[in-house]
């Protein structure tokens, strides 16, 4: 007999882990499953990102509401979290360079979204060169902000506990599960897993990743939408530049339109510090080697060019950031040396090992516009979140709450009950504070 759920969950990534969490939470009798291709959860992007709990100073209040909202509230969240299981979380803060006027101005303007997204004078400060040279002497740029309430954490970590707390609650885990095929049969979706077996589910929430527009499209939704995949690479840099700044810092990018930005000086969690990631375009959301792209090369070509797609990479300007970040692909110099710009003291041949790369998949409209914000949508019991990126892993707890609080408030799928204790939180309770 085919396996029955109230609810799948296709991605065992840090979105589908927390909506997991808080659904499972809130339904005990309910039979909730959440199914992931890799051997682990948080094996893509969300354990392969920076690692930081960024503050919402970079986000357009207006364009990327839910992103900056959900940032916002998760750097508390995560920090209540990692101290209720033990789990690393540093309050490290970050900062943002301006390597010339333009730039200045850059970093006004984030000074004061910081501030309509919610941080306090406490939270983040404009500076000048010379105040930063005080605290920071190896940064070179024109101005700085510094941001206090950001911090540094391990995603994977995050979202393997998260998964355990789930599994209390009755969750299955299907791991080295991949979704194949989706029907509808007789009311009930219908699920392939790996070709072969069967399950049935009343409810499915698509939250896979790079794989979600295709999902959508599989069930008839988001037929507008298409997505483009960049990888994001890292060097590691050795112990000897450790103490080389006291915190993480970003510059102001060269094109704020696009979804990503310039390469980092990060310090992460544990200490270890990395240059990256740069934005490759790749073939496919798990296109981390040359055998993978090569597969994926011809559809997905194809795919962009009868979509919106097709308009983004023939503009002049993704071709010209494209060609830069290919650039910084193929050679290590190039990549240092976007990092160089405000800390010269680096030497690219000191940097032999790689660090870990993750893709972003960015969703583009039929006009060939990146979409700025998530997208959620909805058929008949199905919920699809697409376009969940940076900074996800920082909002995904208080976005799994909003997710699963307005599934219950449209009738999609009615929770048992909303007065639950989750982990350090009454379900209420976040709500109130992240709806209000
Ligand atoms: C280079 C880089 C750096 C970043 N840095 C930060 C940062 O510092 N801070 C921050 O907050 N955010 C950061 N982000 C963004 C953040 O990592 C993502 O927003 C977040 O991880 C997205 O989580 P997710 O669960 O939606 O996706 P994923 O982690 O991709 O999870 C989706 C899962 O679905 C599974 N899946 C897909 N299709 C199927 C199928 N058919 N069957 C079964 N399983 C399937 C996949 O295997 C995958 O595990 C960064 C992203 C990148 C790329």
């Known amino acids: ?28 009798s309910k039979k909730i499953a959440v199914i992931e291709q890799a051997q682990s959860v948080a094996f893509h992007t969300s354990g392969r990102n920076t690692g930081k709990v960024h503050a919402p100073y970079l986000y357009n209040p207006e364009k990327k509401k839910l992103f900056a909202k959900a940032a916002f509230h998760g750097y508390g969240m995560w920090e209540e979290y990692s101290k209720l299981r033990k789990l690393p979380f540093k309050k490290d803060g970050v900062i943002e360079v301006a390597l010339d006027q333009k730039g200045i101005g850059v970093l ?11 941080l306090n004078d406490s939270d983040i400060e404009l500076m000048d060169k010379k105040q930063l040279k005080e605290i920071e ?3 070179e740029c024109e101005a700085a902000l510094y941001v206090y309430r950001d911090g540094s954490a391990d995603y994977s970590e995050f979202t393997g506990s998260l998964m355990k707390d789930s599994q209390q609650n009755s969750t299955d885990f ?55 995949h960049f990888r994001g690479e890292y060097w590691i840099a050795p112990k000897e530049y450790s103490n080389l700044t006291n915190t993480s810092v970003y510059s102001v990018p060269e094109f704020p339109d696009y979804p990503f930005l310039d390469p980092h000086w990060i310090i992460r969690v544990d200490g270890s510090c990395e240059i990256g990631p740069n934005a490759v375009p790749v073939f496919s959301p798990y296109g981390y080697d040359k ?21 983004a990479i023939f503009d002049k300007q993704f071709q010209e950031l494209a060609m830069n970040e290919i650039q910084s692909s193929m050679s290590k110099s190039a990549m240092v040396e976007r990092v160089r710009r405000f800390l010269p003291k680096i030497d690219a041949d000191k940097i032999t090992e790689k660090g870990t790369a993750g893709i972003r998949s960015s969703v583009i409209d039929e006009n060939g516009k990146f979409v700025p914000d998530v997208i959620l949508t909805n058929n008949d019991n199905s919920f699809h979140i697409l376009n969940y990126n940076s900074p996800g892993a920082t909002g995904a707890l ?12 449209t009738g999609l799928f009615q929770s048992e009950s909303t007065d639950e204790q989750c982990g350090p939180w009454k379900f209420n309770e976040i709500i109130e504070k992240i709806e209000g």
């Open 108 to 118: 006004e303007k984030y000074l004061k979204w910081g501030k309509q997204n919610g």
């Open 1 to 28: 007999m085919a396996k029955e759920f109230d609810v799948v969950i296709v991605g065992g990534g840090i979105l589908g882990t927390s909506i997991s969490y808080f659904l499972s939470a809130l339904n005990k």
């Open 174 to 228: 299907l791991l080295d599960t991949k979704v194949t095929e989706i029907k509808k049969e007789n009311d009930k979706w219908k699920i392939t897993l790996n070709d072969e077996k069967e399950v049935f589910t009343n409810f499915l929430i698509n939250a896979a990743g790079g794989q979600a527009i295709d999902i959508a499209h599989e069930v008839g939704v988001a037929e507008n939408y298409t997505d483009v």
């Open 137 to 139: 002497p190896e940064i």
């Open 291 to 311: 055998s993978e792209n090569f597969k994926e090369f011809i559809p997905k070509m194809l795919e962009m060019l009868g979509s919106g797609a097709r308009k």
């Open 398 to 409: 208080p976005f799994a709450a909003h997710i699963v609080n307005q599934l219950n408030e």
